[in-house]
């Protein structure tokens, strides 16, 4: 397809159904049945197998013709980001046919279930164990760091099936429904005062067998398009040139005068250089885009999620330079509660949120140390680190 007949399959959507007219719902669902939601997905699940390059087309022609517009990372980011990969590799028919619709419209919020008090970044040492029951499997564990897991409705579970085999092998990978019995999800607080996730408890949840992606003792390698698709969804940089933090930070610096003397050129200096980082996140993330043709993406995907986490730190820290005294206080207050963006609609108060909120940014989606491992073994091709518990059964790990 070329580029003018993708443009004029968006005009021809938005003639029939306009998104300044219609709810959010009907809109991504209508753009969904056109193929225009992930282009690079199959025909009839959403997209029209085109290079996923392509959607930068989609998403300029709906600028252009429409004043709303919608952003799959802000909507339902686990479940486009993550979940709709997941469930396209490894999902049955009926499955796709059930939940990619929703889950792209926004109707169904996804959540990751992976991480648990025991296992983060050694999320194959998971305990959450799930026994099978005939044509149901019964749950029983804890997850922790859960995020959105209170507006979910659906839920990517790994649970250990089998403690007898090398913790790899034991593993099964579930779609969750969080409205099951049993299941019970608590907030956490983060320093910016929100809680963002949670606790996510499991007491003899039951979840039919035709929930699991994968084959049983193989969750692993599902887990494993998942985060791999998380690592990408996570180190995106910005999609224009100078915009995201760095135009944040520009902002500020222009507005506060600018700083003078010897002080104003050192910090000058350093917002150039972070100008020109953010820049190259932006060319490598778009360069590593029109490298995937199709499939999941690999471990290269590591390298703008270690650049744009440890990137967007120092960003955040230089809005709070510039800002001086300023940015000490932070009026949102840190009293406990569910994530609103009302509360950082300037660019001060966002700054001032940000340099709280990316401390987490080398943490979530693999910590930075994880991506250097990752980078090192499996893109570079170093030394791995010596795994002693490799080919020990699971039980029998000491812990
Ligand atoms: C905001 C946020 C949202 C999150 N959302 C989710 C979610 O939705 N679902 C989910 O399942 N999880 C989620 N997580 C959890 C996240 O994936 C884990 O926090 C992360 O993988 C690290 O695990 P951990 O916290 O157990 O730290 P640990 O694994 O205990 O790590 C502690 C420290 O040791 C270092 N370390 C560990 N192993 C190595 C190694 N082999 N080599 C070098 N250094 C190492 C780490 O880098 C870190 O500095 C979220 C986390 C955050 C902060």
């Known amino acids: 397809m070329t580029e003018e007949e993708l443009r004029g399959r968006v005009r021809a959507l938005v003639a029939k159904v306009h998104p300044d ?44 013709s429409c004043k709303t517009t919608y952003d799959d990372l802000v909507i339902n980011p686990i479940g486009i980001g993550m979940g709709m990969p997941t469930l396209l590799t490894y999902g049955s028919d009926e499955m796709k046919k059930q939940l990619l619709r929703r889950c792209y419209t926004g109707e169904d919020i996804w959540c990751q279930l992976f991480s648990e008090p025991g296992a983060g970044s050694d999320v194959a040492g998971l305990a959450t164990r799930a026994e099978r029951h005939g044509d149901e499997w019964v749950v029983n564990g804890q997850k922790v760091w859960t995020s959105l897991a209170h507006v979910s409705r659906w839920g990517m579970l790994l649970a250990r099936c089998n403690p007898d085999v090398p913790k790899h092998e034991g593993l099964v990978y579930f779609l969750v429904d969080m409205q099951s019995p049993g299941v019970e999800v608590r907030p956490l607080y983060q320093i910016t005062g929100e809680a963002e996730f949670n606790e996510v408890f499991f007491s003899d949840v039951r979840i039919p067998h035709g929930n699991v992606l994968g084959k049983v003792g193989q969750g692993w390698h599902v887990a494993i398009t998942t985060l791999m698709n998380e690592r990408t969804a996570l180190g995106g940089g910005s999609s224009q040139r100078a915009s995201g933090p760095i135009r944040i930070l520009m902002g500020l610096w222009q507005e506060r005068g600018k700083g003078r003397g010897e002080a104003g050129a050192v910090t000058r200096d350093r917002i150039t250089r972070l100008y020109i980082e953010s820049e190259l996140l932006r060319a490598t993330a778009a360069r590593g885009r029109a490298a995937q043709r199709s499939g999941n993406p690999g471990p290269e995907g590591s390298v703008g999620k270690l650049a744009q986490a440890e990137l967007y730190k120092r960003i955040w820290e230089c809005c709070t330079d510039v800002m001086g005294a300023d940015a000490l206080t932070y009026e949102a207050g840190y009293e406990l509660r569910r994530p609103r963006t009302e509360d950082r609609r300037d660019a001060v108060s966002m700054a001032k949120y940000q340099f709280l909120r990316s401390r987490a940014n080398s943490i979530e989606g693999g910590t930075s140390e994880v991506m250097r491992n990752i980078l090192g073994e499996r893109v570079l091709g170093l030394p791995g680190e010596p795994r002693v518990d490799k080919a020990v059964a699971w039980k029998d790990i000491p812990r």
Do not use: S
Not at 23 to 36: I, K, P, S, V, Y
Not at 38 to 46: A, D, I, S, T
């Open 21 to 64: 007219r219609v709810d959010m719902h009907t809109f991504r669902g209508a753009q969904f049945d056109h193929g225009l939601a992930l282009v690079n997905f199959p025909e009839g699940h959403g997209g029209l197998g085109l290079n996923p390059r392509m959607q930068a087309i989609v998403n300029d022609e709906l600028q252009k």
